[in-house]
T-cell receptor, first 112, second 113 residues
Framework: GDSVTQMEGPVTLSEEAFLTINCTYTATGYPSLFWYVQYPGEGLQLLLK?????DKGSNKGFEATYRKETTSFHLEKGSVQVSDSAVYFC???????????FGTGTSLTVIP | GAVVSQHPSRVICKSGTSVKIECRSL??????MFWYRQFPKQSLMLMAT?????????EQGVEKDKFLINHASLTLSTLTVTSAHPEDSSFYIC?????????FGPGTRLTVT
């Protein structure tokens, strides 16, 4: 079945450091891939997505490229800020009307 | 963009009572909604798929008589936790399928004392 494996945290970085959160997936078909962010006490917010191989999703300085050959969708940001402190979830869905499969989430703390 | 709301955002109830959580699609119609549960510091796990006008489909291990789901209209699905116990304390999140994708609600934190 479908699944998502995500880098375990927690991750602590200094402000302006480079961020990578690894995500790999297993899917039976051709899924869309997503990164969601959850700030403390809040729900999920879509950060970025990619719907097919080699697509790059980007938003707020974050990027992730859909790599079919390595079944990966790693999240990167060149220079993190304190406000980026949150939990990040990698997810996949096999179609618009289908359920999401989430990774376990990676907690990021950025210190000044 | 599409918005999904949940009510209440937080609820505290006593053990043995029932709690209803609403999930609404505010500016679109959703024939399908999903209910997820998130345990502390863990990922979201799908509980059930809610389809307007028909019975919900529950994931394995989820008690349908305990977690009652009613998708009464194209903009509203409700999750009722019956005879709640402390182990039901969790963060419940719904999502709704719109034209351009799936949209998540902000979640409801349930605490059972």
């Amino acid at each position: 079945g479908d699944s998502v494996t995500q880098m375990e945290g927690p991750v602590t970085l200094s402000e302006e450091a480079f961020l990578t959160i690894n995500c790999t997936y297993t899917a039976t078909g051709y899924p869309s891939l997503f990164w969601y962010v959850q700030y403390p006490g809040e729900g999920l917010q879509l950060l970025l997505k990619a719907t097919k191989a080699d697509d790059k999703g980007s938003n707020k300085g974050f990027e992730a490229t859909y790599r079919k050959e390595t079944t990966s969708f790693h999240l990167e940001k060149g220079s993190v800020q304190v406000s980026d402190s949150a939990v990040y979830f990698c997810a996949l869905s096999e179609g618009t009307g289908n359920q999401f499969y989430f990774g376990t989430g990676t907690s990021l703390t950025v210190i000044p | 963009g599409a918005v999904v709301s949940q009510h209440p955002s937080r609820v505290i109830c006593k053990s043995g009572t029932s709690v209803k959580i609403e999930c609404r699609s505010l500016d679109f119609q959703a024939t399908t909604m999903f209910w997820y549960r998130q345990f502390p510091k863990q990922s979201l796990m799908l509980m059930a798929t809610s389809n307007e006008g028909s019975k919900a489909t529950y994931e394995q291990g989820v008690e349908k008589d305990k977690f009652l789901i009613n998708h009464a209209s194209l903009t509203l699905s409700t999750l009722t936790v019956t005879s709640a116990h402390p182990e039901d304390s969790s963060f419940y999140i719904c999502s709704a399928i719109g034209e351009n994708g799936q949209y998540f609600g902000p979640g409801t934190r349930l605490t059972v004392t």
